[in-house]
């Protein structure tokens, strides 16, 4: 009878091996993470394109509701915009028109709504950016601030005048600004038509306008930030690996900010993608507020005027903007928090 000790030993796995089933779960995390926002993606287009048909109006008669038109021209232009044909031969030409990047022609503007869309995409992209980086930076300090010294008179005023702000409506908050602001700064549009064509008179004159609709949604924004890293600075504070640093004799301060701060930050971090994509549809408010040219008074403009193609367009825009910064915050956990890498 053999004796246990001779009994052959099990081969290790090669390293090429183990790195290989070390991947897979991050593969499938991937493809998985994918396949959840195309097919929300698809969702999306098939809500849009109905839910615009759905909405009262006509888009051709508001076209010529300023004019003399036959029914016989009337006739004509539904056939050019494709709305005399049934809806489900309306959705196969929109899917396949979406396929090669066109988003249709809007009835208002008489443009392609993918050329309108890049034109008011800019000053979007410069309001959002620039208020989720003050936002971000003003929340985090703010946020790690408070929760390291927990019940002070700073956390006490900072989160509760961070949660009154986020309570109240932007579109107030704009209102408030315009009427306490308004003499001190640009209340509409984005550059005074009187502005030398100059490089810095220009850069200027943005920024100038850029304060109140940047400083409206900041007061929106930063509290969500605030909050989540006072939580997760909070959630880290009685970690065994700051008893341990503390008991090697660091400073309070090196404590805070080499150990406790970059482990707090990991769901700040996903939060800040995820977060981002809505910020671009909530600067509706804003920018229909102060005129801001950006995508949010466009679609304001667009439901002005039922101008469905433009509608639909602008919301896949919004949406497909959601999905992609959800996706990537999706994939920055996956590479940064260990714990996810591990499932």
Not at 134 to 162: E, K, M, N, P, Y
Not at 262 to 284: C, E, K, Y
Not at 308 to 317: F, H, K
């Amino acid at each position: 009878m053999t004796s246990p000790a001779a009994a052959p030993a099990l081969a290790e796995p090669s390293p090429s091996a183990r790195q290989q089933s070390a991947r897979q779960p991050g593969a499938r995390y991937v493809l998985g993470k994918v396949g959840g926002a195309v097919v929300s993606l698809f969702v999306i287009v098939v809500l849009s394109f109905f839910l615009i048909r759905v909405v009262p109006g006509d888009p051709i008669r508001l076209l010529t509701r300023n004019t003399s038109l036959g029914a016989a021209q009337v006739a004509q232009l539904r056939h050019d915009y494709g709305l005399d044909k049934p809806l489900p031969a309306q959705f196969v030409d929109y899917v396949v028109s979406l396929l090669h990047g066109n988003l249709g022609q809007s009835t208002n503007f008489q443009r392609p709504v993918a050329d309108l869309i890049m034109q008011r995409l800019g000053p979007t992209v410069l309001l959002v950016g620039v208020a989720t980086a003050i936002s971000v930076l003003l929340g985090l300090w703010q946020g790690t601030r408070a929760g390291w010294r927990r019940g002070s008179r700073f956390d006490r005023f900072s989160t509760g005048f961070a949660l009154t702000l986020w309570s109240a409506p932007t579109f107030w908050l704009g209102m408030i600004l315009l009427a306490v602001a308004g003499s001190w700064f640009p209340t509409q549009g984005m550059v005074n038509p009187d502005t030398p064509p100059e490089f810095l008179p220009q850069v200027f004159d943005v920024l100038h306008h850029l304060v109140l609709p940047c400083l409206t949604l900041v007061a929106v924004l930063y509290a969500q930030y605030l909050l989540v890293m006072r939580s997760s600075l909070l959630e880290e504070m009685n970690a065994d690996y700051l008893t341990t640093a503390r008991a090697k004799g660091l400073r309070d301060d090196l404590v805070r900010g080499r150990h406790a701060v970059p482990n707090a930050l990991l769901p700040t971090v996903t939060l800040i993608f995820i977060q981002l994509g809505f910020v671009v549809g909530g600067a509706v408010t804003v920018e229909t507020v102060y005129s801001w040219p950006g995508l949010g008074l466009l679609l304001y403009q667009a439901l002005s005027d039922h101008d469905g193609a433009l509608l639909q367009g602008l919301l896949l825009v919004l949406a497909g903007a959601v999905l992609v910064m959800n996706l990537i915050g999706d994939l920055l956990l996956h590479v940064i928090d260990p714990r996810v890498r591990a499932t």
